[in-house]
């Protein structure tokens, strides 16, 4: 079985800051590992996605996401954000099959 | 990129009533679909696979028999509600599973957002 815990239910960031949100999975085999954004009432769009090769996986939108094995870990980044990053993310893991995802981090952008 | 869509956005029914809800990919093929239900505020939860020309998988906890999916052409899967009760009240969000040489992703439908009354 996998899992994926997104340790911070709330991240809020100034306009024009850094941020990271963060993402840790647990699986006995190898997996694909995902970022989503959810606007309000909205689907889900890919920002970026890990299967295989270079660790650093660049995204829309400005976004990066870091894969690292010995963390278990796939951080999500971005240099500076803007009053339309605010949204809903979601990490997902995935073996090629249906994805299992992390409970979400609301990023709230404050002007 | 690749376009999935999902009829109707939102539906309301009466308690005991089916709903029926279609998942279909416009430009390309899919030979597996996924139903997702998410709750308010809440992660999207797994609820079944679904692969053309076959029976759905069902995740544990889920009932095949309340959660008819059929996926009767590469474009196409429906997710029936049968007899629904208030706590069926959700957003269903289907996708569908796309590979291309070692690439694999899955592209999300809008969502249907069922209230029953």
């Known amino acids: 079985a996998q899992s994926v815990t997104q340790l911070d239910s709330q991240v809020p960031v100034f306009e024009e800051a850094p941020v990271e949100l963060r993402c840790n999975y647990s699986?006995?085999?190898?997996?694909?590992l995902f970022w989503y954004v959810q606007y309000p009432n909205q689907g889900l769009q890919l920002l970026l996605k890990?299967?295989?090769?270079?660790?650093l996986v660049k995204g829309i939108n400005g976004f990066e996401a870091e894969f690292n094995k010995s963390q278990t870990s796939f951080h999500l980044r971005k240099p500076s954000v803007h009053i339309s990053d605010t949204a809903e993310y979601f990490c997902?893991?995935?073996?090629?099959?249906?994805?299992?995802f992390g409970k979400g981090t609301h990023l709230i952008i404050q002007p | 990129g690749a376009v999935v869509s999902q009829h109707p956005s939102w539906v309301i029914c009466k308690s005991g009533t089916s709903v029926k809800i279609e998942c279909r990919s416009l430009?390309?093929?899919?030979?597996?679909m996924f139903w997702y239900r998410q709750f308010p505020k809440q992660s999207l939860m797994l609820m079944a696979t679904?692969?053309?020309?076959?029976?759905?998988?069902?995740e544990q906890g889920v009932e095949k028999d309340k959660f008819l999916i059929n996926h009767a052409s590469l474009t196409l899967s429906t997710l029936t509600v049968t007899s629904a009760h208030p706590e069926d009240s959700s957003f269903y969000i289907c996708?569908?599973?796309?590979?291309?040489?070692?690439?694999?992703?899955?592209?999300f439908g809008p969502g249907t957002r069922l209230t029953v009354t």
């Open positions: 996708s569908a599973k796309r590979t291309s040489g070692f690439s694999y992703e899955q592209y």
């Open positions: 699986s006995s085999v190898s997996v694909y």
């Open positions: 890990y299967l295989s090769g270079s660790t």
């Open positions: 997902a893991v995935s073996r090629g099959d249906g994805l299992t």
């Open positions: 430009d390309f093929q899919a030979t597996t």
């Open positions: 679904s692969n053309e020309g076959s029976k759905a998988t069902y």
